[in-house]
């Protein structure tokens, strides 16, 4: 994932190296408080308006398979429909099912990584303390980042991206399970398509690393890839919106025309306070917490912001996963002054995906390419099928002002929450 977050001084954007005591900014929020007061516990109730998915509260395909409140801590507060779904594991088969388009955290499969049963803060400098790692715009030894978390009052302090730690660090990184492998990706997310461009492939998996409130403002993952972030030590909260054409972006984001390009002005700290609670009467808004071991699947296109609750340790890998191949092409064809992640000698992105998928599966590259068509046709994409209104709902739309067509949900429009 790409982290947007403007860096203020002159000496980050030129690169430089920085102190490690910085001084801290006048605006100082507490996470944990700012959460809280936002779910009207004693200040009044929220309205949440109906799910964009007609998800119900209880005894649907999200909460069927477990208590999606168990862990949730302040969130429990919150109706089911608004959390994002907890999952114990998902075969591809589901995956591929009804699961792709949508965001979901998997307790399961990163415990049995053996990163997840070794590495900590202590554990990490006692191998890499002198090893450099990428922080926004600079490198520092991991010492010296590390003294840097511990003693930062930031309000949004430095956060540790680095997308070449695998090299650095020498991990094996494998495909699939396996007894030499340090880690590896969650089997139901099946295999990614990038991978047929070798070493030609665009920056695809991140180590991150950071205090109590750093994190990133909301963004979209890069050349329309889906991507999975799994939690190591510590917690993230993460807040997240479907994208289309036919709804408005995320309250105090701003975007372009054709959605390629994200906006977000406001720190972390300054969106929480100012539109948190907005947010969350925002049609489609889900949210959650992945704890040590989870692992959340962010779907291709999902906008999201991220915060830690905790000094955290995560991994996070970009896929293309078979079934947003078509997606995946019109974005490398059609919105080239935004793909990113490629090195300088790939001249033409979609030109050489097209070619690597030819020579490895002609069959899905004919598929895609069908998928291409109608999608630059003006075909609606999934979440547009999801939420076209029917005759009757749009005359409903025109008599109360506000309906967003899902149907067969005869509740009222809008749910309290306490």
């Known amino acids: 994932m790409t982290l947007p977050i403007a860096l ?19 605006v100082r929020f507490d996470s944990d408080s700012v959460l809280q007061k936002d779910l009207g516990t004693k200040g009044g109730a ?34 089911d429909e608004l959390l994002i779904a907890r999952l114990d594991d998902l075969s591809p088969a589901d995956f591929e099912a009804g699961w792709v388009n949508r965001p979901f955290i998997l307790t399961a499969p990163v415990k049995s990584w053996p990163v997840y049963q070794t590495w900590s803060t202590e554990q990490l400098l006692e191998k890499y303390a002198d090893t450099c790692f990428r922080a926004e715009s600079v490198d520092w030894p991991l010492r010296t980042y590390v003294d840097y978390m511990t003693n930062s009052q930031d309000e949004s302090p430095l956060y540790l991206f680095d997308r070449a730690f695998a090299e650095k660090m020498h ?5 699939q399970p396996g007894e030499e492998a340090d880690y590896w990706p969650p089997t139901c997310f099946g295999s990614d398509l990038f991978t047929v461009l070798g070493s030609q492939r665009p920056d695809h ?10 994190g990133s403002t909301f963004h979209k993952d890069p050349n329309a890839t889906s991507a999975w972030n ?7 909260y993460w807040i997240m919106f479907p994208s289309s054409l036919s709804i408005p972006p995320p309250p105090g984001v701003y975007v ?18 100012g539109f948190h609670a907005e947010a969350r009467q925002t049609a489609g808004c889900v949210e959650g917490v992945c704890n040590e071991g989870d692992v959340l699947h962010v779907p291709s296109g999902w906008y999201h912001l991220v915060l830690n609750l905790e000094p955290s340790i995560a991994i996070t890998q970009n896929f293309i996963p078979r079934w947003r191949v078509g997606a995946v092409l019109q974005f490398l064809r059609d919105q080239k002054q935004s793909v990113s992640g490629f090195s300088d000698d790939v001249e033409d992105p979609y030109a050489l995906f097209v070619s690597r998928l ?6 899905l590259l004919e598929e895609g390419l069908i998928e291409l068509d109608r999608l630059s046709k003006g075909g609606r994409g999934k979440w547009e099928e999801l939420t076209k209104p029917t005759v009757s709902e749009e005359a409903d739309h025109e008599a109360s002002g506000f309906s967003f067509g899902f149907g067969g949900d005869d509740e009222a429009e809008a749910e309290e929450v306490p």
Do not use: M, Y
């Open 230 to 236: 799994a939690v190591l030590k510590g917690s993230k």
């Open 171 to 175: 991990l094996t990184v494998s495909s």
């Open 205 to 214: 998996r991140w180590l991150i690393v950071g205090p109590e409130r750093s």
């Open 256 to 273: 372009s025309d054709d959605q390629s390009e994200v906006t977000s002005p406001l720190s972390i700290a300054e969106w929480l306070l």
């Open 46 to 79: 929220s309205l949440v308006r109906r799910h964009p998915l007609g998800v119900r509260p209880s005894g649907n395909a999200l909460t069927s398979l477990v208590n999606l409140k168990q862990a949730c801590g302040p969130f429990a507060l919150l109706p």
């Open 8 to 26: 203020e001084d002159d000496h980050r954007r030129h690169g430089e190296s920085l102190e490690v005591e910085r001084p801290a900014k006048r």
């Open 358 to 363: 030819r020579e490895h599966d002609p069959e």
